[in-house]
T-cell receptor, first 114, second 114 residues
């Protein structure tokens, strides 16, 4: 089975801190995604990547950056965390660009910024 | 831009009854796909069912079926013979034929009662 692993289930950080959320997938998938989930807003795409060292902005990239130095790892970076970035963050991967390919999700990181 | 609408924030259904969760989409693409995911309280996103825009038959996966009405741009999920374990958040999502990033709706919380 495909496994998408997010390094932390819960994280508490202070305003202004630089925050790294790590995601690793073990099935050689090309595509990786970062979503944030907020009540009443569903899942919103922050950034995604179709290949190593490439990235594309999603719908809400402001305040975030990403890094994909290796195919299996996709990191989400909050350069200076703010309270409005308190949210559940979900990482996902999919094999390739064919539209039928479903996303496989990690179990999420609940980030609280105080 | 793609838009997915789920108008039911919450639904109740009795055990063993069928329930329909609504989803409408707004895309100008001719080729696209539609997904449903389940998110139990544990947080992981579980793929349920997929429908391609050119699929002539409605998709079915066990107790899940997708009522696809292309002209009305609706892709409702039907769960037959509800079980207590079906209590969860349900998300509809669509994907354009040219890329592999999903756009999600805001979700419907389903509660199955005795």
């Amino acid at each position: 089975d495909v496994k998408v692993t997010q390094s932390s289930r819960y994280l508490v950080k202070r305003t202004g801190e630089k925050v790294f959320l790590e995601c690793v997938q073990d099935m050689d998938h090309e595509n990786m995604f970062w979503y944030r989930q907020d009540p009443g807003l569903g899942l919103r795409l922050i950034y995604f990547s179709y290949d190593v060292k490439m990235k594309e902005k999603g719908d809400i990239p402001e305040g975030y950056s990403v890094s994909r130095e290796k195919k299996e790892r996709f990191s989400l970076i909050l350069e200076s965390a703010s309270t409005n970035q308190t949210s559940m963050y979900l990482c996902a991967s999919s094999p390739d660009r064919r539209p039928r390919e479903k996303l496989f999700f990690g179990s999420g990181t609940q980030l609280s910024v105080l | 831009a793609q838009k997915i609408t789920q108008t039911q924030p919450g639904m109740f259904v009795q055990e063993k009854e069928a329930v329909t969760l609504d989803c409408t989409y707004d895309t100008s693409d001719q080729s696209y796909g539609l997904f449903w995911y389940k998110q139990p309280s544990s947080g992981e996103m579980i793929f349920l069912i997929y429908q391609g825009s050119y699929d002539e038959q409605n998709a079915t996966e066990g107790r899940y079926s997708l009522n696809f009405q292309k002209a009305r741009k609706s892709a409702n999920l039907v769960i037959s013979a509800s079980q207590l374990g079906d209590s969860a958040m349900y998300f509809c999502a669509d994907i354009p034929g040219t890329a592999s990033k999903l756009t999600f709706g805001t979700g419907t919380r389903l509660q199955v009662t005795l």
